[in-house]
């Protein structure tokens, strides 16, 4: 399988920080024009100004706030303008605690950040993509798909959905000129452990720098790769679930999160 053409445009959801932020610099060095949405509409723009003129590609900035119906609608609409487009749904985020004890409003917008906004943008998209018979679709998953997370209960349900949805979405589509790659990461050093208050874990773990989980991605996708998991050590920890008991699963990992 051959790389996307850097003709063909990338929206990048999640481009104010982190691994989107980091797509955004390394697809721009490719060539491909960009679409960045995030709420940090500042951050958007500075990001856009340098990836203008460091690599003479077309950036627009599309502020938009995806735990919202209007701000995903937003988004959808400008999917459904043109096509193909490599579709990056990456924007995201997790939080820690005894779900009896967390904040309910949050963990609804997590799951509307996380799973209903990648839904809706992948089913905005994706006639378009198979209309072409080109482009793609990269969903930022986690490691944290592979088995429950006591203690980080949503966002293992979510990321659970995105690998799942992902994997028999390029079942679907091969064949058809279109992918579909989940990328589940082990730790990364970005923002999100601030976010996810799991900055413990972070350290405990070796997270990796956020130019080689990307650089690993998008060769990944290059070969037509269906899940990609950056880092040796990370994959050898991803068999773990697979392997061990179940029971024994849940009891370590509940270790690990359990709040201090
Ligand atoms: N870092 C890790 O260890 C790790 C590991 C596995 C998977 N992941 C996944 O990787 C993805 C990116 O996370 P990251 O590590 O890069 O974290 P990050 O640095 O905190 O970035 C998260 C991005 O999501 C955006 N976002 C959050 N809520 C949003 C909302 N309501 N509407 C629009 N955008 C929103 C943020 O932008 P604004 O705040 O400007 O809106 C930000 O650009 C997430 O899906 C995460 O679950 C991360």
Not at 37 to 51: F, Q, Y
Not at 73 to 81: D, F, G, K, T, W
């Amino acid at each position: 399988m051959r790389a996307i053409p850097s003709s063909v445009p990338a929206l990048v959801t999640g481009a104010s920080s982190g691994i989107g932020e980091e797509m955004a610099r390394q697809l721009a060095a490719r060539g491909h024009g960009l679409t960045l949405v995030a709420r940090r509409a500042g951050k958007l723009e500075t990001l856009a100004d340098e990836l203008r003129s460091a690599h003479r590609v077309a950036v627009e900035v599309l502020p938009a706030d995806l735990e919202t119906a209007k701000g995903r609608l937003a988004v959808a609409r400008r999917l459904r303008s043109r096509a193909p487009w490599l579709l990056v749904n990456n924007a995201g985020f997790a939080t820690r605690g005894r779900l009896g004890e967390l904040e309910a409003s949050r963990e609804r917008a997590e799951v509307q950040v996380n799973v209903v906004a990648l839904h809706e943008l992948t089913l905005a998209a994706l006639p378009g993509l198979l209309a072409a018979g080109a482009g793609g679709i990269l969903n930022v998953a986690s490691t944290a798909a592979l088995q429950p997370v006591p203690y980080m209960a949503t966002y293992g349900g979510t990321k659970a959905f995105v690998l799942h949805f992902t994997e028999a979405l390029a079942e679907e589509v091969r064949g058809s000129g279109v992918r579909a790659m989940a990328l589940a990461p082990g730790p990364v050093r970005t923002e999100f452990g601030e976010v996810a208050g799991v900055e413990d874990y972070m350290d405990l773990a070796r997270a990796m720098p956020v130019q080689r989980c990307v650089r690993v991605a998008l060769r990944a996708l290059d070969r037509g790769t269906v899940i990609c998991t950056p880092g040796a050590l990370n994959q050898v920890l991803a068999q773990g679930p697979r392997l061990a008991p179940r029971v024994a699963v849940r009891k370590v990992t509940a270790a690990i999160f359990q709040p201090r």
